[in-house]
């Protein structure tokens, strides 16, 4: 017996939840100020696309009737007891987080070379072949400027990967005031429409998941 | 998904990620008696591939960061040109893709 945690959030008692993984019911365990959300499983559940939306769809409903602190799919804990033991030790950090994240959510930006843009350079020297290693991150840590220079100032903290792979130069996430969320797409639509060398796909609102680790604030 | 679709077009980025997600969660090392030597062979030639990748990243940053001499430079990329020639010669006399040698870390993102 296994107990799934799907989200931790400060003000219980939430609405109606969704079935979770696997269809269990969802349900909350309260301790210290703190509640986790929670299904019981026999065994650790398979993660899977199926498993993967109904977490999310139990986070989401979360998010939308309070702060969320959303959990990494498959995080899972022994019992009631050691879920009460978790919320009593990390109360104060699990808090932090919450005032953190509260009225935000997570926008992502992901940008593609546009059709076309990506260069495969001839090589034939030593130079040359070190030359065209270099010039995707040249051109992916410019196109990073870009798209913060434009998005930074609508988001209250940011995070970037560079060259997840070849195709792609940046990948993005953004923690957005949920009142501004309309102001951050516009200005998404808009550097997407002036941006030649890239396509921008923006993607959200989701829980502020790249923005609840300690090495966030 | 789509209803979470700000900005763009999400069709060709996810149904790439979809694959990369089903290539993920099914991955595994083959250990039937027919399949261990390609099993063993990619396990094998990921490590390879993640030093290589790791060297060739170091030796890039070193020569942005002006820290070799031209000579230098020309030795290194022939190096890690020859290298990744021989990897892409091992790849096929094992049957293996480009993203045969990469591994899903969760948390972590992908290996290469």
């Known amino acids: ?217 | 998904m789509s209803d979470k679709l700000l900005v763009g077009d999400a069709g060709p980025v996810a149904a790439e990620d979809l694959t990369r997600l089903e290539s993920a969660l099914s991955r595994r090392i083959a250990a039937d008696p027919e399949g261990v030597e390609k099993g063993l062979a990619q396990l094998v030639l990921t490590i390879i591939e993640l030093l290589r990748q790791l060297m060739e990243r170091q030796a890039v940053h070193r020569m942005e960061a002006g820290n070799l001499t031209d000579e230098q430079i020309e030795r290194l990329g022939q190096t890690f040109m020859a290298l990744a020639e021989r990897m892409q010669e091992l790849k096929a006399a094992f049957g293996l893709r480009d993203e045969d040698l990469n591994l899903n870390l969760g948390p972590l993102g992908d290996l290469l």
Not at chain 1, 73 to 88: E, I, K, N, Y
Not at chain 1, 93 to 121: P, Y
Not at chain 1, 193 to 202: I, K, P, Q, S, Y
Request: aromatic share 6%; charged share 25%; hydrophobic share 45%.
């Open chain 1, 1 to 217: 017996m296994t107990l799934l945690v799907y989200a931790v959030t400060d003000r219980p008692p939430l609405g109606e939840l969704p079935p979770g993984v696997e269809g269990a019911p969802v349900w909350t365990i309260s301790h210290a100020g703190l509640s986790a959300l929670v299904s019981r499983h026999e065994t650790a559940p398979v993660i899977d696309e199926r498993s993967g939306w109904a977490y999310e769809q139990v986070i989401e409903s979360g998010m939308a009737q309070a702060a969320v602190l959303p959990m990494r799919f498959g995080s899972t804990l022994a019992d009631r007891d050691a879920v009460v033991q978790w919320l009593d030790e990390r109360a104060r950090e699990l808090s932090g987080v919450l005032e953190r994240i509260r009225d935000r959510v997570e926008v992502s930006v992901r940008a593609v070379w546009a059709q076309g843009d990506e260069t495969a350079a001839q090589v034939g020297t030593g130079r040359e072949y070190m030359e065209a290693r270099l010039e995707p991150e040249r051109r992916a840590r410019a196109l990073r400027e870009r798209i913060g220079q434009a998005l930074d100032p609508l988001a209250d903290a940011s995070r970037y990967r560079l060259l997840v792979r070849p195709s792609a130069p940046v990948t993005a996430a953004f923690l957005v005031p949920r009142r501004a969320t309309e102001t951050f797409v516009a200005r998404a639509a808009e550097l997407d429409r002036e941006l030649a060398e890239a396509d921008l796909t923006c993607t959200g609102p989701w829980p502020a998941y790249s923005f609840v680790g300690s090495d966030n604030a």
